[in-house]
């Protein structure tokens, strides 16, 4: 079958391979270009001797481009007008020759230039993927037969062409892929640059780490080691519950993780603890990194240290605290002083007037009136008291506890009281406001729940100073998530009472029967 050079898509299909496809590539539009004429024309020349014929024609077709790139015998000019709508076979060669072709070669277009044309041969020179991308054709006006043996030299050369090709072809493309990978690599040195200038900018600003779905921690930062104490070795594998300080709830950690499971960015402010147990504050950022399907698969942690901002925070809500303590003390002292020393004087007054004769008969009204005033007196002592007891400055911590216990309305709780002889009860007034409030806060809270069974209070000082108090009827599986908020708000006004720079507030709740808060003394011991 007889195919017109037009159709150069003609031919066997299979599946190419991207290597092939850039080859193609090359012999259509590179190659072309770039093989020297001179050395198709050497080519062509062997050809045409070979066949011992007059007449040889390189043709090729770059996409929908028909050149004559070598020629021997005839003008390249004039024969590829001619050569520009000659037929060829897609089989290994065709030749038309002797007395049974001359019918078929007068019919050809290439007859308008070779006149008495006798013999006409064309190999198709046949791309990787069996695509016309041109032809060698031998034709003569003197020879009507070819020498078989010089049809298998002739075979041979056509090979030779071809491999003249695909060598050219490789050698542009391992030159193509040279600059493109030249190209790529600058890029991607370009790109990681910038990838590492972010990163370091990052690692000098924030305390990073990375870690994969379960918290489990993949990558820190030299920040991160140093904040925590930790090694990179101590750390990596470890879940990030390492630096976790106890201070939030399991409400708090919940909704953090139902964030960013979610895919969400998730900010707020954390206190952690280091190696060494020191708490510390950051400021942080989670970021899920999320694969094709939206699910997260790791998660970036940006914090900033704000330690030193939350001290000084704390600090001033301290020294707000404190001068609160002052102003209660002196309304306290006022109320004891002034205003109920004052209603004493005028009770005793009354009694005076009701022992005289001609007040008798208004003793009745009077007694009236000293009750009136001995039930004022009680109650003003009694705001006093929780305005500032007077025993705390007086006797001590252990003192004004007890008393705050009897005249308190949780005296009908069980709290019991016990003091080791090992306790020193000799503290500044600062530090006995601040101990003062946390018993009775803790005391106070313990009570609001009416599954308490009661609360121990123990003032030791072996091997430090505390005062160790047992919540008995209370474990963490028993409060409700209300009960838990109540009990995160309490502990946080605790921890607000006074200055802990030299006190350490540890809670235990390992124990199922009951909660455990145990104020320690660090100068001590």
């Not at 004769?357 to 001995?374: G, M, N, P, T, W």
């Not at 308490?452 to 100073?465: A, K, L, N, S, Y």
């Not at 505390?466 to 409700?480: F, H, Q, R």
Request: charged letters at 25%; glycine letters at 4%.
């Amino acid at each position: 079958m007889l195919i017109m050079f037009e159709m150069n898509h003609v031919g066997v299909h299979r599946g190419i391979t991207p290597v092939e496809k850039k080859m193609e590539e090359y012999y259509q539009y590179s190659v072309l270009d770039e093989i020297p004429e001179n050395e198709l024309e050497r080519l062509c020349r062997m050809a045409a001797r070979v066949a011992q014929a007059k007449f040889a024609v390189i043709t090729l077709l770059n996409g929908d481009h028909f050149s004559v790139k070598a020629s021997v015998g005839v003008d390249k000019r004039i024969i590829s007008r001619s050569l520009r709508i000659a037929a060829v076979e897609l089989n290994e060669y065709t030749l038309i020759e002797g007395a049974d072709g001359q019918a078929v070669l007068k019919t050809l277009p290439i007859a308008q230039v070779v006149p008495d044309l006798k013999l006409f041969l064309t190999f198709p020179l046949l791309s990787g993927e069996k695509k016309l991308i041109g032809t060698l054709i031998i034709f003569d006006d003197q020879r009507d037969v070819l020498d078989r043996n010089d049809l298998a030299d002739l075979l041979f050369l056509r090979d030779e062409i071809l491999a003249k090709f695909r060598s050219k072809a490789q050698e542009l493309l391992i030159r193509k892929y040279s600059v493109e990978s030249k190209g790529f690599q600058q890029r991607l040195q370009k790109t990681n640059k910038i990838v590492h200038d972010y990163k370091s900018a990052l690692d000098s600003a924030a305390v990073v780490s990375i870690s994969d779905v379960a918290g489990d921690i993949l990558y820190v930062n030299e920040k991160f080691c140093d904040i925590t104490g930790y090694t990179y070795e101590e750390l990596i594998g470890k879940n990030q519950r390492i630096v976790n300080s106890g201070y939030h709830s399991k409400q708090f950690w919940k909704e953090m993780w139902e964030t960013i499971s979610s895919g969400k960015v998730w900010s707020g402010e954390v206190c952690n603890k280091t190696k060494y147990g020191k708490v510390y504050w950051v400021e942080t950022t989670i970021v899920p990194f999320l694969d094709e399907n939206n699910k997260p698969y790791q998660y970036l942690s940006i914090r900033k240290d704000i330690t030193e901002q939350k001290e000084q925070d704390d600090q001033l809500l301290h020294a707000i605290i404190l001068s609160q303590e002052h102003a209660r003390e002196k309304l306290s002292d006022g109320i004891h002083e002034g205003v109920a020393q004052t209603i004493t004087a005028l009770s005793w007054r009354i009694q005076t007037l009701s022992e005289m004769d001609h007040y008798k008969e208004s003793s009745e009204e009077l007694d009236q009136i000293k009750a009136i005033l001995k039930e004022t007196i009680e109650e003003m002592r009694s705001i006093a008291h929780q305005l500032m007891p007077r025993a705390l400055t007086t006797f001590g911590i252990v003192s004004a506890v007890e008393t705050y216990i009897a005249q308190s309305q949780n005296e009908a709780q069980n709290i019991t009281v016990k003091v080791e002889d090992s306790f020193n009860d000799d503290y500044s007034k600062d530090e006995l406001f601040g101990l003062f409030r946390a018993v009775s806060h803790t005391v106070d809270l313990a009570c609001s729940f009416d599954y308490c069974d009661g609360v121990d209070i123990q003032f030791t000082g072996d091997p430090r100073e505390s005062i160790i108090m047992v919540l008995n009827g209370l474990a963490l599986e028993t409060l409700t998530e209300a009960d838990m908020k109540h009990f995160s708000n309490t502990l946080r006004q605790i921890k607000k009472s006074f200055d802990w720079n030299n006190w350490v507030l540890n809670i235990n709740f390992r124990d199922t029967q009951s909660i455990t808060i145990q104020l320690v003394n660090l100068k001590q011991g």
